[in-house]
């Protein structure tokens, strides 16, 4: 990983974000052809956004082929927490409920997977009941019970060992941590948590030792998902996991390829959530996102699997020659820089502030793509979709307003408020397969420069992000002063947003989120109000007060609230965008329009 000082790049990055930004304004205004390519069979420019493109066409058989310029953090069930490996499980796991496989903000509403119905749940909020359905198989042919479901979900304990994915459960079920996890478990089925009852097969009773408005919310997390305790490889379990969905795995080469194939124990009448058309599904990593975006619009791939926008280059040749197989969905992700208080000198608010304000925030907005590929400016932390957000209203720093090319003056007021006054030299921690997160690194580092502020990058290897910038001792050791992420909701609530970046409770030593290492007493308590406020009006206001302190804090540098181009190729049928995966595709149910 070597420090990079590329302004020719940060040029050309720009120069495509402005081509880009010209092309689409173009396309709103009426110009340029959106059904240019449609003689191939593309549905039109944006016709999968928030709506199903060609529908009736997806037919039964071919190869589903993905394209990736980053491989999943885990395949496992336990650890995986990257939005698309959500996605993308689908295909080979199932939970008690799901979200709906419906275009846009529908598709945010749970329905019964392998329940037969959504939980009964008791006048307290306290216990949830589910009955599993009829012939849920596993990929030898052996029933899913409700054991499984329990071993599956015991595994989150296991942090020493599955690190990486939401702890949600854990911390709900079992806020104490009394239990110790399936593998410290004494009792002879390993079945040992408490909290979960399985009085037969096909039950499974939750018994929460408070309520939590969120809680069915955090079982259709992938998470959630059965796991059989005979085929638990723990640590290895990410390599090779045991299919409950209509897919299994044939290969697994990580960072190179994988490749799905039909589970032929998988039975469509247990299943209402999968139609399951193609035969098989391979994926495809490339360690160059320009590269994969040429063989994309080659017709070599059928989609992108991280779901993170094109490159410039990329979105730049698109737009001019195939317009008709893009769409333009906002996100809910927000993309940002975050200050870890144990890198000095960001344990001093002002010193914080000094970089939002040194920042250009329209430079910033403009690397990510500019305001329609990359967003409109980000003023706040909480996504647009979540209950409680304010949007561009909420903009306590005037970062789209009087602020938003930087202000110089104010910035160096609290570089000599925090004891700077002629700056300080940090490292901006960046992804180095994430040309628009570079792009917007070195244009934050251009900016600070105007202050006097000197801020080295370090690309890191993004396969390997959990373990680099997830990993606090790590974080300072290597003087990770600003990390460059981005962030969407795990559920539409604070909490599925926010509980893992602000809760001190959520701090790990490796698989962390909580980058800023928050450690504040009222963002605690008003998180075990949130969690226990069963209406919605009094949700959303605690909301709107958590992202309020989050900001006063000073611990984030929002770029923009993000907007996605996303290629399709012609070859998909029944294609479209759902808020569940933060304006990503829907893999699930997607299809061929030939078998070919």
């Known amino acids: 990983m070597t420090t990079q000082r590329t302004s020719g790049r940060r040029k050309q990055a720009m120069a495509a974000a402005a081509v880009v930004a010209a092309l689409l304004t173009t396309a709103a205004c009426g110009g340029g052809n959106d059904n240019e390519g449609s003689k191939g069979g593309a549905a039109g420019f944006d016709a999968a956004n928030n709506k199903v493109a060609q529908a009736s066409l997806a037919k039964k058989g071919g190869t589903l082929k993905f394209a990736g310029a980053q491989d999943a953090d885990s395949w496992d069930t336990t650890r995986g927490y990257y939005g698309f490996m959500w996605n993308f499980s689908r295909y080979y796991s199932r939970q008690l409920v799901t979200s709906k496989t419906e275009p846009g903000k529908a598709g945010t509403e749970l329905t019964p997977d392998l329940a037969s119905g959504l939980a009964k749940i008791s006048d307290d909020g306290k216990t949830y009941t589910y ?66 009852e399985t ?9 929460l030792p408070q309520a939590n408005s969120d809680f069915e919310e955090m079982l259709a997390l992938t998470s959630a998902s059965p796991v059989r305790q005979d085929k638990d490889t723990k640590s290895k379990y990410g390599l090779h996991p045991f299919s409950s969905g209509p897919y299994k795995f044939e290969s697994y080469n990580p960072g190179k390829d994988l490749t799905l194939v039909r589970n032929t124990e998988w039975k469509q009448a247990s299943d209402p959530i999968r139609k399951a058309y193609p035969d098989k599904i391979t994926v495809k990593f490339f360690s160059n996102a320009n590269d994969m975006d040429a063989r994309l619009i080659a017709g070599d791939y059928d989609l992108d699997i991280n779901q993170t926008g094109m490159s410039p280059q990329g979105r730049t040749t698109a737009l001019k020659q195939h317009k008709a197989n893009l769409d333009n969905p906002v996100s809910g992700y927000i993309r940002y820089a975050v200050f870890p208080q144990t890198v000095k000198p960001f344990d001093n608010i002002e010193c914080r502030k000094a970089v939002i304000y040194g920042a250009d925030h329209v430079s910033l907005q403009t690397a990510r793509g500019g305001p329609v590929a990359g967003g409109d400016i980000g003023t706040n932390m909480l996504p647009p979709a979540v209950p409680g957000a304010e949007g561009q209203k909420y903009d306590p720093y005037e970062l789209a307003g009087a602020n938003k090319k930087g202000n110089i003056d104010k910035a160096k007021e609290a570089l000599k408020a925090c004891g700077q006054p002629n700056g300080f030299k940090t490292t901006i921690a960046v992804r180095n397969n994430k040309p628009s997160e570079v792009a917007t690194a070195e244009s934050l580092q251009a900016s600070l420069k105007k202050v006097g502020i000197t801020a080295d990058i370090d690309q890191y290897d993004g396969s390997q992000t959990s373990g680099i910038i997830g990993s606090p001792s790590n974080v300072k050791k ?32 490796s ?13 605690d308590g008003l998180f075990d109000k949130y969690v226990t406020t069963l209406d919605d009006a009094g949700k959303t206001k605690i909301a709107t007060e958590i992202n309020h302190k989050v900001m006063e804090g000073g611990y984030y540098l929002p770029f923009v609230f993000e907007k996605f181009i996303n290629w399709r190729s012609s070859r998909l049928a029944n294609v479209y965008t759902t808020d569940a995966y933060s304006g990503m595709y829907d893999f699930v149910n997607l299809g061929l329009k030939s078998a070919k």
């Open 131 to 196: 009955t599993l359905r009829d012939g849920i198989t596993w990929e030898d042919g052996k029933p899913i019970t409700s054991k499984d479901v329990k071993y599956g979900i015991e595994r989150v304990w296991a942090q020493d060992v599955l690190s990486g994915g939401p702890v949600y459960l854990k911390d709900v079920l079992d806020p104490k941590g009394e239990y110790k996890g399936p593998y410290k478990d004494k009792s002879a089925d390993k079945l040992g948590l408490k909290a979960i």
């Open 199 to 207: 009085p037969d097969d096909k039950t499974i009773v939750f018994k």
């Open 478 to 509: 290597k003087g990770y002063g600003i990390i460059i992420m981005g962030w969407g909701p795990d559920f539409p609530s604070v909490q599925g947003y926010g509980l893992p970046l602000w809760d001190s409770s959520y701090i790990l030593e």
């Open 511 to 523: 698989g962390n989120n909580n980058f800023a290492m928050i450690k504040d007493k009222t963002i």
